[in-house]
T-cell receptor, first 108, second 113 residues
Framework: KNEVEQSPQNLTAQEGEFITINCSYSVGISALHWLQQHPGGGIVSLFMLSSGKKKHGRLIATINIQEKHSSLHITASHPRDSAVYICAVRRGSEKLVFGKGTKLTVNP | NAGVTQTPKFQVLKTGQSMTLQCAQDMNHNSMYWYRQDPGMGLRLIYYSASEGTTDKGEVPNGYNVSRLNKREFSLRLESAAPSQTSVYFC????????????FGPGTRLTVT
């Protein structure tokens, strides 16, 4: 079993829909990261959180440490949100363990 | 600032050939990382360097060597390439004194035939 599991693997939505991507992990962590990989391949960091909730624009990330679960929400989705969203957990100070990613396609 | 740069962007090697992937960052970051990304798998850490002059193995170090040439540069060397090393390679860096956020390079797509 992978240490980090994401669901769904693929997600197709219509523009304007509310989107949720889930991440579950099986080990103790220092923090959890959400990243976005653009269709061209570039990877950018979206959030890092160790408790509660963070919001940036239309993106919201939550984490429940007791349940070992995090969600990434996108409100009012747009075609430019189409990307692969990656969950990663940090153990210690240097190492990240990554999920396989969720490929999101938002159709106009 | 260019951020994290990687060269080359694409490379095709024959089995047994060697090559070095170059990575440089201009953000004065202490920590640098090499990952590989394969279809159907998450990014996996090959090697990392927590500071200039130090390197440590990650999850999948076999078949690779690294050099932290100075604070800016962290290179990844394949001494004898194998088809199993066909992958997309990403370099990343982090300011270990102030943040856990990693900044990624654009990636190198390597094919070994």
């Amino acid at each position: 079993k992978n240490e980090v599991e994401q669901s769904p693997q693929n997600l197709t939505a219509q523009e304007g829909e509310f989107i949720t991507i889930n991440c579950s992990y099986s080990v103790g962590i220092s923090a959890l990261h959400w990243l976005q990989q653009h269709p061209g391949g570039g990877i950018v960091s979206l959030f890092m959180l160790s408790s509660g909730k963070k919001k940036h624009g239309r993106l919201i990330a939550t984490i429940n440490i007791q349940e070992k679960h995090s969600s990434l929400h996108i409100t009012a989705s747009h075609p430019r949100d189409s990307a692969v969203y990656i969950c990663a957990v940090r153990r210690g100070s240097e190492k990240l363990v990554f999920g396989k990613g969720t490929k999101l396609t938002v159709n106009p | 600032n260019a951020g994290v740069t990687q060269t080359p962007k694409f490379q095709v090697l024959k089995t047994g050939q060697s090559m070095t992937l170059q990575c440089a960052q201009d953000m004065n970051h202490n920590s640098m990382y090499w990952y590989r990304q394969d279809p159907g798998m998450g990014l996996r850490l090959i090697y990392y360097s927590a500071s200039e002059g130090t390197t440590d193995k990650g999850e999948v170090p076999n078949g690779y060597n690294v050099s932290r040439l100075n604070k800016r540069e962290f290179s990844l060397r394949l001494e004898s390439a194998a088809p199993s090393q066909t992958s997309v390679y990403f370099c990343a860096s982090r300011d270990s004194l102030s943040s856990y956020e990693q900044y990624f390079g654009p990636g190198t797509r390597l094919t070994v035939t």
